[in-house]
């Protein structure tokens, strides 16, 4: 099971006397043991990938094989932690090895002391499908089931008793349909590159909630969606990605930082534990895994981690939990790809990515949706997938882009011109699309109010139509406008500055409830209603505009919920008698 | 790593800043070698790429007069180290880190890897204590904090040694007077600028809280790729060892870009866009990096590279990776520059990242994150009538679009164009802003809240 180091280029490193490896084996490579996977064979030679710098490496080293794929540890106790991309817990090495990250660290990913209280569910006797529930323990505020592993079948043999155990403790044991004994732990691994089977895709459900009304209220995520969020540098993908995993309305958070700053992470790790999860009032670090590859990390690490996040997302999802994953940014993941690519001197596709760029993308999508899990409870679940993509000089004819696009479901197109005039978040409403308001429609309908759907069109419509204007306008000026399109382009700048104009950093506007949402696009429709009865009654569309009831409609972000709607119903008051009387407003 | 130094004459292959030396089974990746020509000079080299029988070098002080026969080329067993000391503030090096200054060697101090080690991010620190530069454009829209990375976007012929030296100069924490250095790492820059930073910091006095690396536009291509990392090692020294906030200027990225690509060509590499290899990113990645504060230590790292973009275009791959490493960029305009505009900064298209945890109450003043929103609002909106005038005129603009208008060319030349003379603080800039914000009625004012208008609008101070 050893072979020998026979040419080190970068983090591709060949070995010869490996006959018998697998494809996508682990290895621990040289002398210092460096994590490293195979993903390629040759007669005996082997090219490994090393997840960790190869700086020193020399050839005739060892390389040993561990006869197992790359895989991650699930279990209780993933909420909370911080991995890089081969789930190494980072806050660990920090303790143990101090600040700067050392070659070789070799940590466990669930702490192996630690106990959690179990409680029994399943009884000896009971058949054992995979999914089918052995018991639970409280992770947080989480009740985290402890399922049967996927491949054990047969009936439960015993069952711990109710009790303190460790992650390695056996806590049941299964006969299997042939026979053995199989022991059960709360550990278990699962290969990142292999999807997490499920009983069936179901069709998409309810609106993934983010408080952010440009998303929820124009281009609205489901649930198990897939959301791509391509745009230049300086055009507030993080930001969007960090908002999400704040205030979307998730159980559980996976954030995958691949290839991205250093300093964003910190960040994240500064800001979740002391913020509030909207849904339940508990610190938000509790319903986060975070895993940060920044992008001085080894590279093929960062090709691991959204593999790693999407593993621990269908792990919490198989319990009937809601999970969203962010990855930020995807890019820098199909980068890494093309790196390797690189170095295995494969023939190049586009722009140099390797030709199976999108049947990776294609299949790490896939892994998102509406489910119902395995097992006799016959939950449903779902993992959200809102990959940031950072196309280069902003373009996004490129590749990464493209194949996206090709597989997501709603496309949030971040603008460079949007952001420069601080317009955030700047999502471009001309561009961007979502494939699921039918769907998200029957919600507010059901939840918030009934004109969700035709305030969104309408609103969208005089959006369009303002850019058609400002064709216009470029040409011959704005004076010439008949006044029912000056009022068309006066409505258009309320809805970007009061409605689409969000301010993260806003203490109130940050997160924008749905019923807020309705309320606001409610205000800013019957303005436009009624000045247009009013414009086509004669009045000027600048004297509408300097009616003090307009005034109202500016700056509606930042009222607090709980406030809003009592400064709801006196503006639509004042509104109505505004506008019946026009001469005699009272301010 | 252990293996000791061997000596080899084996050079089968020479090809641009590339050998091949065949018969040495046991090079480490990394590895420093010592590189003796045949009329004796010494260069220095870094194994690329190792194999059983085969190591591949690049020469950092090129390949020519290097032979097949006579060179001889030894393994160190290490990878490529300098000696750090306190003494090495004041000092001047070349790219490779020889003295120039006629000082001498450095007295043996700590021997650290150039390559550096990632910080664990969990133990990174966020940036959040602001740096006044005395430039509006900077302090007031685009904040730069202690531990940042922030490039300067140029283009040839525009003032960016002259902002990056002002900034060197006028940089001052608020409330704070704790030890600072700067670290000038320069690749391929011309004498005249090399010259121009040398004069810069010897009238301030600056010199003698600097350490200078400078490989000019003559000196060997491939030691660019080197120069930062010993600017960053030094760097790091001194934050990290000796709690000294250190400013880094780094200038030219975009020759650094070009040696690696030089390296990435010798090796038939499939190139990424415009010849640059495809591990670009990754590769600015750990020089961009290295900038940040650590939990527990005192000292910070605070990164100024100048990238020059070729032909002013922003989506170059060199702007265009570096824009998606750092905190956000400072972006000089050809256009204002023409217009006698100093400094020529395009506030549109810059940004700082790390801007809203570095200002707001208690650190700067609680109006400074929405009279930034606002300034850029307007001049968005007034640069926009500009080009739309352009075509069909003013007759039909309207008075509140007319105070758009306005409001942009006094900005540019009031608040922008501060001149070269001393800076502003962060009060005044705040209090210019209002000065123009004044020319707009409170309910054009939409991004700043009614409460800070009342407070702030007149130009007076807290």
Redo the contacts between chains.
């Keep these: 099971m050893t072979g020998r180091i026979i040419r080190i280029a970068g983090p591709v490193v060949e070995a010869d006397r490996m006959r018998g490896a697998l494809m996508y084996e682990v290895v621990h490579v040289g002398g210092g043991a460096l994590i490293g996977e195979v993903i390629g064979l040759s007669e005996d030679v082997a090219t490994i990938q090393v997840y960790e710098d190869t700086t020193g490496l020399a050839p005739g080293e060892p390389v040993e094989r561990t006869g197992a794929p790359l895989s991650v540890e699930l279990g209780p106790g993933l909420l909370g932690m911080v991995y890089d991309g081969i789930q190494r817990p980072l806050q660990v090495i920090r303790e143990e090895m101090g600040v700067f990250i050392v070659r070789g660290a070799s940590f466990p990913a669930l702490d192996r002391k630690r106990t959690y209280i179990f409680t029994p569910e399943a009884a000896p006797g009971a058949a054992a499908t995979p999914g089918t529930v052995i018991g639970t323990v409280q992770e947080g505020r989480f009740t985290h089931s402890v399922l049967i592993p996927h491949g054990m079948e047969g009936t439960i043999a015993s069952v711990a008793g109710a009790g303190e155990y460790t992650v390695t403790e056996e806590i049941a044991t299964i006969l299997s349909t042939d026979g053995k004994e199989l022991p059960v732990t709360m550990l278990r691994r699962w290969p990142v590159r292999v999807t997490r089977p499920v009983a069936e895709k179901l069709k998409p459900g309810a609106p993934l909630i983010t408080g952010q009304r440009v998303i929820d209220s124009f281009f609205p995520i489901v649930k198990g969606g897939t959301a791509a969020v391509p745009g230049p540098f300086g055009a507030g993908k993080t930001v969007v990605q960090h908002q999400l995993a704040k205030w979307s309305d998730a159980d559980i958070i996976v954030y995958v930082g691949c290839g991205e700053r250093g300093n964003e992470l910190a960040d994240v790790l500064r800001q979740f534990p002391a913020l509030t999860d909207p849904k339940s009032g508990e610190p938000l670090m509790e319903r986060t895994v975070l895993i940060g590859n920044t992008s001085n990390m080894p590279v093929a690490a960062r090709e691991a981690s959204v593999y790693t996040g999407i593993t621990i997302a269908e792990y919490y999802r198989d319990m009937g939990y809601d999970v969203a994953l962010m990855a930020d940014s995807t890019s820098r993941w199909a980068e890494a790809m093309r790196e390797i690519s690189g170095r295995l001197e494969e023939m190049p596709g586009e722009h140099g990515y390797p030709a199976y760029l999108a049947s990776r993308l294609a299949c790490f999508y896939e892994r998102a949706g509406h489910v119902r899990v395995l097992g006799p409870s016959g939950k449903a679940g779902s993992v959200s997938v809102i990959g940031a993509v950072s196309p280069p000089g902003g373009d996004f004819s490129e590749p990464v882009t493209q194949n996206t696009l090709r597989v997501v479901r709603v496309f949030w197109a971040l603008d460079a011109d949007l952001a420069h005039e601080r317009h955030f978040p700047a999502v471009n409403w001309l561009t961007s699309y979502s494939l699921y308001p039918d769907a998200v429609e029957r919600w507010w309908n059901e939840h918030v109010g009934d004109q969700w759907g035709e305030m969104r069109r309408s609103m969208m419509a005089i959006l369009q139509k303002e850019s058609e204007l400002e064709e216009i306008v470029q040409l011959v000026g704005p004076d010439v406008l008949p006044e029912d399109d000056k009022l068309s382009l006066h409505i258009a700048e309320y809805i970007r500055e009061s409605f689409l104009v969000q301010y993260a950093f806003d203490p109130v506007d940050t997160f924008c409830a749905p019923d807020k949402q309705y309320m606001m696009m409610q205000l800013i429709t019957d303005y436009a209603c009624y000045g247009k009865a009013a414009v086509a009654g004669g009045m000027q569309v600048s004297v509408i505009a300097a009616l003090s009831v307009a005034k109202r409609l500016l700056r509606l972000g930042a009222i607090p919920d709980a406030d809003f709607r009592e400064y709801f119903e006196e503006t639509e008051r004042r509104m109505k008698d505004a506008f019946q009387n026009p001469g005699g407003e009272s301010t | 790593?252990t293996?000791p130094a061997r000596e080899y004459t084996s050079v089968v292959r020479v090809a641009g800043p590339l050998m091949a030396v065949s018969g040495v089974?046991?090079?480490?990746?990394?590895?420093v070698v010592e590189i003796r020509l045949p009329d004796g000079e010494k260069r220095m080299g870094e194994v690329?790429?190792?194999?059983?029988d085969l190591a591949i070098v690049q020469v950092f002080g090129g390949t020519q007069a290097l032979d097949t026969e006579i060179t001889s080329v030894r393994f160190t067993g290490y990878?490529m180290r300098m000696v750090v000391s306190p003494d090495i503030i004041g000092r001047v090096f070349d790219g490779s880190g020889a003295p120039t200054d006629g000082g001498g060697p450095v007295i043996p101090g700590t021997v650290m890897d150039i390559?550096g080690?990632?910080?664990?991010?969990?133990?990174?620190?966020?940036?959040e204590d602001c740096i006044e530069t005395g430039i509006s454009a900077i302090d007031g829209m685009n904040t730069l904090v202690r531990?940042?990375k922030l490039p300067i976007f140029s283009g040839a012929g525009l003032p960016h040694s002259m902002l990056a030296a002002q900034i060197a100069r006028q940089a001052r924490v608020l409330r704070d007077h704790e030890e600072f250095a700067i670290v000038f790492g320069a690749m391929g820059i011309t004498n005249e600028d090399a010259q121009f930073f040398l004069d810069e910091f010897g009238d301030t006095g600056a010199l003698e809280h600097a350490v200078l690396f400078i490989n000019r536009a003559d000196d060997p291509a491939i030691e660019r790729i080197i120069t930062p990392r010993l600017a960053l090692t030094t760097a790091e020294y001194l934050a990290f060892d000796r709690g000294m906030h250190v400013l880094v200027i780094l200038q030219d990225i975009t020759s650094y870009c070009e040696a690696l690509r030089e390296v990435s060509a010798a090796r038939d590499?499939?190139?990424?866009?415009r010849g640059y290899?495809?591990?670009m990113?990754?590769d600015l990645?750990?020089i961009f990096?290295?900038a940040?504060r650590?939990?527990?230590?005192d000292g910070s790292i605070t990164q100024l590279p100048i990238i020059s973009m070729p032909d002013d275009d922003?989506?170059?791959?060199v702007p265009?990776?570096t824009?998606?490493?750092t905190?956000?960029?400072i972006v000089l305009s050809r256009d204002l520059h023409r217009r006698g505009i100093y400094p020529p900064i395009d506030v549109?298209?810059s940004?700082s990242?790390?801007m809203?945890?570095g200002i707001g109450e208690n650190k700067t003043r609680k109006d400074h994150?929405a009279v930034?929103?606002q300034l850029?609002?307007a001049y968005?909106?007034g640069r926009r009538l500009e080009s739309?005038v352009t075509?069909?005129?003013d007759?039909?603009?309207?008075e509140s679009?007319r105070r758009y208008l306005t409001f942009a060319t006094r900005f540019e030349r009031e608040y922008i164009g501060q001149g070269r003379a001393g800076g502003r603080t962060i009060t005044e800039s705040l209090d210019a802003a209002w000065d123009l914000l004044s020319l707009f009625p409170e309910?054009e004012l939409?991004?700043i809240?009614?409460d800070l208008i009342e407070t702030y609008r007149g130009g007076e101070s807290e």
């Design positions: 790593m293996s089974g046991d090079a480490t990746y990394g590895e690329l790429e190792s194999r059983s990878p390559a080690s990632a910080v664990n991010p969990t133990a990174r620190a966020y940036p531990g940042q590499e499939v190139p990424a866009r290899p495809g591990y990113y990754t990645a750990s990096e290295r940040g650590i939990y527990g230590r922003i989506t170059h791959p265009d990776l824009g998606y490493i905190e956000g960029q549109l298209p940004l990242r790390l809203a945890g994150g930034s929103d850029y609002a968005a909106k739309l075509v069909i005129g007759e039909g603009l309207s679009d309910e939409n991004r809240p009614t």
